[in-house]
């Protein structure tokens, strides 16, 4: 039989072993990690490198000034009388944008209320699977859906409404940030204390009451940043606008005409046969470029409102 002095070291080797393995398998997870991150950041800064070093090849073209950029009227660099105004794109895409705001906000806003406030349990969860569905159809999907059923349907009730429109895809737009907007409102109104809903009861305030003065007040840092969220999913939506919205750069408010947004030109002039480094393709990157800008500023925006107005309970 041996001896507790022989067992020990036997032990103490397994054990150190043990650990050694241990030790490895989490320094090979880390390196991973890191090489995932690393990966990350590096395709950031890649992205962002293209993006700039275009986009002042194009603006250091003779032809191309930032002024007649930001000022004109007339998109057309395609063609062969090129004029480089990106003021159409700008007021197609935030005219779709706007559409699906008026629709997709109230509607999400409500249907956060009923799921925090009224709804049970069960009901909560199986409206919130019916809203990832809607939130997991395929944008294309949604393009076609507008071109061929909505836009047939509106022809009918305004008069001179094109096949290609902002209309219907602002509609359909609504509808595919609606559950952007549902759930992010509803977790930050379930994220409000239940001592404040229970202060709001005590003061003799009926369930309207407390959602219009209580819940919403204190949820809204969430609420914000779920609208300027689904704002910037709809400004960078580019199937359902390509698709039902035409690619007509024109610049008007009327939301019967064609249009085309920054989305659906890059589109258009990713498909065409444009030679690299000419002004047409350059203009590819100007336009992602200024897409790029105006969702950043979003996202910035949102931060400051998140932190200006956000309640922190103890």
């Given at each position: 039989m041996q001896s507790r002095e022989s067992v020990q070291p036997?032990?103490?080797l397994g054990a150190l072993r043990l650990s050694r393995a241990e030790n490895a398998r989490e320094r090979l997870v880390m390196g991973l990690l890191l090489a995932c991150a690393v990966i990350?950041?590096?395709?950031?800064?890649?992205?962002?490198?293209?993006?700039?070093?275009?986009?002042?090849?194009?603006?250091?073209?003779?032809?191309?000034?930032?002024?007649?950029?930001?000022?004109?009227?007339?998109?057309?660099?395609?063609?062969?009388?090129?004029?480089?105004?990106?003021?159409?794109?700008?007021v197609g895409t935030f005219l779709v944008t706007g559409i699906a705001l008026v629709v997709g906000v109230p509607m999400g806003l409500a249907s956060a209320v009923y799921l925090s406030e009224f709804a049970d349990d069960n009901l909560r969860r199986r409206t919130t699977s019916v809203l990832e569905v809607l939130a997991g159809i395929p944008t294309v999907?949604?393009?076609?859906?507008?071109?061929?059923?909505?836009?047939?349907?509106?022809?009918?009730?305004?008069?001179?409404?094109?096949?290609?429109?902002?209309?219907?895809?602002?509609?359909?737009?609504?509808?595919?940030?609606?559950?952007?907007v549902s759930s992010i409102s509803t977790d930050a109104m379930q994220a409000v204390?239940?001592?404040?809903?229970?202060?709001?009861?005590?003061?003799?305030?009926?369930?309207?009451?407390?959602?219009?003065?209580?819940?919403?007040?204190?949820?809204?840092?969430?609420?914000?940043?779920?609208?300027?969220?689904?704002?910037s999913r709809a400004v960078g939506e580019t199937m359902i606008?390509?698709?039902?919205?035409?690619?007509?750069?024109?610049?008007?408010?009327?939301p019967r005409e064609t249009i085309a947004t920054m989305t659906s030109f890059i589109v258009q002039a990713a498909t065409g046969d444009q030679p690299a480094g000419t002004l047409a393709s350059r203009s590819l990157y100007a336009v992602a470029a200024t897409l790029f800008t105006v969702t950043l500023l979003l996202n910035v925006i949102s931060q400051a409102i998140v932190r200006r107005f956000r309640e922190r309970y103890e």
């Open positions: 036997v032990r103490s990350t950041i590096l395709t950031t800064v890649a992205v962002v490198f293209v993006l700039a070093r275009e986009t002042i090849g194009f603006f250091l073209d003779p032809a191309v000034t930032l002024w007649a950029f930001l000022t004109d009227r007339t998109w057309t660099p395609l063609f062969s009388n090129q004029t480089l105004g990106i003021a159409p794109l700008l999907v949604l393009g076609y859906f507008a071109l061929l059923f909505v836009t047939p349907l509106l022809q009918k009730v305004v008069p001179g409404l094109n096949l290609f429109n902002p209309l219907s895809a602002g509609l359909v737009m609504g509808f595919m940030i609606l559950p952007t204390p239940r001592s404040l809903r229970e202060a709001g009861y005590g003061l003799g305030g009926t369930k309207i009451d407390l959602v219009m003065r209580v819940v919403l007040p204190a949820a809204l840092s969430g609420i914000v940043a779920s609208i300027i969220l689904a704002m606008v390509s698709l039902a919205a035409g690619q007509r750069p024109l610049l008007t408010i009327d």
